[in-house]
């Protein structure tokens, strides 16, 4: 476990994340804090000398996985420091430390602090300027794992959804400056990387908390005029956050993406009213239809949460009917899951059968398959520009990418493709994906 460096005695380190893209970045910022402090990072079987765990809390699933892996990290090294970070640590200690003893505890707030409690070696920062590393918190200059990396622009939700328990454990909406955004994205092309997704938990809230009055708008524009970024992708944004200026921006774009994930979350009024969500399934249709008009090929994702409480079959059925109507690429389904520190959970108990759930997953899941596929095949014979990921862990003998309306796309060729943007033409559907060829 333990390595030679210049006569220092080097540790190793392990990073383990759950959840959002989010939570990915402040792992790779505090990763290459640790890296410029002199650790070396281990990702194999073999046991590390501290271990660093950022969990995610947003489901009971994603509280489970999290003590899972704390577990998992105690018994791999019983010896080991475990650094455990992220949201579940904001409202669960107790859950915590009763999943492995002597853990430490470092609340999101303090995130920007690692490595600390007594962790770093006698190292010096000119490590990590020679190997290029950030030493600045909430800064990172490149994405271990990914040819697209996640820069975050913004951190907190001011929402509060009834069912939701993020803004009790990532605080209210603030903002980075604009300044730190283009300077990470600039070491991040500078490093090779051709896309960059911005995220953030409430992301279309950008601007909140700056006195400069910059919204999201003036973030992609700024990010336009980077010389070598050829693609900004936006992952998750609310509906009310989508105004007619973005929509703007992104019909006239040469670089921002036809990519917009939109949460639905339900398709019924009711429903909707009880989730505390700001808008109504007239409010969200009239936005989606507001989109392709501008934005003919652009592509839909969203996320639905079904078996809220209360929910029947005539609500559902209105969900299933609005996911037709807007035609998504791409649905992500999750069970409701009551949080502690909820409205929903405290105020609405007529809880679903887990069975009556499931059973309406299913069939949510057959609506959202026919309309990504009605979706891809307007696409099929048409020459489009695919950014080449990788080798397909599926499929090993294809090349892996996305267009920018964010189609899975593969390519069967034997040159190297890796991180390469190329032309090609799409021919056929098969399971997620679409298969294509170079266009010559």
Excluded at 243 to 271: F, R, T, V, W, Y
Aim: some cysteine; hydrophobic content about 35%.
């Amino acid at each position: 476990m333990l390595r030679l460096l210049s006569g220092y005695i080097m540790k190793t380190v392990k990073f383990i994340t759950l959840g959002c893209k989010v939570n990915q970045f402040d792992t790779q910022s505090i990763r290459e804090r640790f890296l410029g402090a002199g650790y070396s990072e281990i990702d194999n079987g073999k046991p590390a000398d501290i271990y660093l765990i950022n969990t995610c809390t947003v489901t009971h699933r994603a509280d489970s996985d999290s003590l899972n892996l704390i577990r998992k990290a105690k018994r791999e090294n019983s010896r080991a420091k475990i650094i455990v970070t992220g949201c579940l640590t904001e409202l669960d200690e107790d859950l915590i430390r009763q999943a492995a003893a002597k853990v430490i505890i470092v609340k999101n707030k303090d995130k920007e602090k690692l490595p600390s409690q007594g962790l770093t070696p006698k190292y010096n920062s000119r490590r990590a300027v020679l190997r290029g590393l950030s030493l600045r918190a909430n800064s990172i200059s490149y994405f271990k794992g990914h040819t697209r990396a996640f820069l975050k622009i913004q951190d907190g939700c001011d929402n509060f959804c009834s069912y939701c328990k993020v803004p009790l454990v990532r605080g209210r909406s603030r903002s980075r400056g604009l300044d730190k955004i283009v300077s990470d994205a600039r070491q991040l092309v500078k490093n090779g990387f051709k896309e960059i997704v911005l995220c953030g938990i409430c992301l279309g809230s950008y601007g909140k908390g700056l006195s400069s009055g910059k919204n999201l708008v003036d973030v992609i524009e700024a990010l336009e005029k980077i010389d070598g970024l050829l693609r900004i992708r936006l992952s998750s944004i609310e509906a009310g956050d989508v105004s007619d200026k973005l929509i703007a921006k992104m019909a006239g774009s040469e670089k921002l993406c036809p990519h917009l994930h939109i949460p639905i979350q339900s398709g019924d009024d009711d429903i909707l009213k009880k989730m505390n969500r700001r808008y109504s399934r007239k409010d969200y249709l009239a936005l989606i239809k507001r989109i392709k008009k501008n934005i003919p090929e652009v592509a839909i994702t969203t996320d639905v949460l079904v078996g809220f409480p209360g929910e029947s079959e005539c609500n559902f059925q209105n969900t299933l009917k609005l996911i037709k109507e807007i035609l998504p690429l791409k649905v992500h389904i999750f069970p409701y899951s009551p949080r502690k520190g909820t409205l929903a959970s405290a105020k609405f108990n007529q809880r679903i059968d887990p069975g009556i759930i499931k059973e309406r997953i299913a069939r949510l899941k057959d609506v959202a398959g026919s309309c990504s596929l009605e979706y891809k095949k307007q696409f099929l014979n048409r020459n489009m520009q695919v950014l080449v990921e990788g080798r397909s862990k599926e499929n090993p003998a294809f090349w892996q990418g996305h267009t920018g309306n964010f189609l899975e796309v593969l390519i069967r060729l034997d040159l190297n493709l890796s991180n390469k943007i190329v032309t090609t033409k799409l021919r056929k559907l098969k399971d997620d994906f679409v298969l294509a060829e170079i266009f010559h």
